[in-house]
C-alpha cells in the first residue's frame, strides 16, 4: 500500500471528505486527491500535522508499519498557573504560564503564554506565543505570536501580530 493509499483509507476511516481534510491541512482539495493518487507527496513540513489529523504515526504514513495510531497523548486540562517542563500531551485552555514546550495540541484558547506548541491551537491565541505554532489556530488571533504559525489561521479576524516568518490566512475566511 502507498502513501497516498493510506491518507485515503485514514481519510474515509474518518469520513472525512477530500475538502474536510484540506480544510484541515489549509491546502487545496485538489491537493488531496494528488496526494491520495500518488501524484505528489504531502510538504515534508505539513507531515507531522497530517499524522496527527488522520491519527496515525509518521512511521505508519510512510512505510505502513508500526502502529496505525499513535500512542494514545495524555490529555491535561485547563492551565491555570506557571508551567516549567515541556507537555507532552493535550491540553485545554492555558491561562496560565507555560515557560516550556506543549507537544500536543490546545484544545481551548492560549490567554496566558506558551513557548511553542507542536500541534494546533482549536482555539483562538488571546495572550502570546513566544515561539512558534506548528499546525493551524481554529479560531483568531487577537494576541501575538512571536515566531510563525505553519498551518494558517481559520479564523475570522487577525487583529494580533505575527514577528515570525509567516502565516497563513485562508483568504475566504477573512472578512
Known amino acids: 500500500m502507498t502513501m497516498g493509499e493510506r491518507i485515503k483509507q485514514k481519510r474515509k476511516y474518518l469520513n472525512l471528505t477530500?475538502?474536510?481534510?484540506?480544510?484541515?491541512?489549509?491546502?487545496?482539495?485538489?491537493a488531496v486527491s494528488k496526494w491520495?493518487?500518488?501524484?505528489?507527496?504531502?510538504?515534508?513540513?505539513?507531515?507531522?500535522?497530517?499524522?496527527n489529523v488522520l491519527g496515525v504515526s509518521?512511521?505508519?504514513?510512510?512505510?505502513?508499519?508500526?502502529?496505525?495510531?499513535?500512542?494514545?497523548?495524555?490529555?491535561?486540562?485547563?492551565?491555570?498557573?506557571?508551567?516549567?517542563?515541556d507537555i507532552h500531551g493535550d491540553v485545554g485552555k492555558i491561562v496560565g504560564d507555560v515557560q516550556a514546550d506543549i507537544f500536543g495540541n490546545v484544545n481551548g484558547d492560549i490567554i496566558g503564554t506558551v513557548n511553542n506548541v507542536?500541534?494546533?491551537?482549536?482555539?483562538?491565541?488571546?495572550?502570546?506565543v513566544r515561539g512558534d505554532i506548528t499546525g493551524y489556530v481554529?479560531?483568531?488571533?487577537?494576541?501575538?505570536?512571536?515566531?510563525?504559525v505553519k498551518l494558517g489561521v481559520r479564523g475570522k479576524k487577525v487583529y494580533g501580530t505575527i514577528f515570525g516568518d509567516g502565516i497563513n490566512v485562508d483568504p475566504k475566511r477573512q472578512k
Open 18 to 30: 477530500q475538502e474536510e481534510l484540506a480544510d484541515k491541512m489549509n491546502v487545496s482539495y485538489q
Open 36 to 51: 491520495e493518487n500518488d501524484a505528489s507527496m504531502p510538504d515534508t513540513a505539513i507531515l507531522p500535522a497530517l499524522a
Open 58 to 85: 509518521l512511521d505508519y504514513l510512510f512505510t505502513g508499519k508500526g502502529e496505525d495510531t499513535p500512542a494514545k497523548r495524555v490529555k491535561w486540562g485547563n492551565l491555570t498557573g506557571t508551567v516549567t517542563k
Open 118 to 128: 507542536f500541534g494546533n491551537v482549536e482555539g483562538s491565541v488571546l495572550g502570546e
Open 138 to 148: 481554529a479560531g483568531n488571533l487577537l494576541g501575538v505570536v512571536h515566531g510563525s
